[in-house]
């Protein structure tokens, strides 16, 4: 009887110990095989190669055409060459920068600022000041950018 009892205990540890530790996914999952990359066998680069060179011949060609016969002025051409154009030509387009927000110093501490996105304190010490830096502490789905004061 002193037996069955110390077998039961001896059960009831083991099952108890294998629950409380963790479980390895790593150990199961196998490494997924990739696709072999296809190449090109040797007939298919020797197609694409002649196909490269007679697209180079009709250009060459076309260029050896404009100027042995360029294209004929007509009188319209002229006409507007020498008269002013009536619309006025509009500026060129200036990208637009995206405007970052700028971290605010800690107090006391040198090198060290707060996230203007979640208030974390983030090291930035031996980063010139106005630099864009990477916030590592934030977690939005975008890269949360900032510059250094």
Known sequence: MNHRFLTGFAALGCVLFASC???????TKRPAQKPAQK??????????????????????????????????VTPADTTAQTTPPTQAPTPPVEEKRAEYKFA?????????????????????RDIPSGT???????TGAGKGYFRVP
């Open 21 to 27: 530790t963790p479980f390895n996914e790593q150990q």
């Open 39 to 72: 190449t090109a066998t040797a007939a298919e680069q020797q197609k694409v190669q002649e196909q490269r060179d007679l697209m180079k011949q009709k250009e060459e060609l076309t260029k050896k055409d404009d100027l042995v016969n360029p294209a004929p």
């Open 104 to 124: 605010n110093k800690v107090p006391g501490k040198d090198g060290f600022v707060f996230s203007p996105y979640n208030n974390k304190v983030v090291d930035v």
């Open 132 to 138: 864009l830096v990477q916030d590592p502490t934030y």
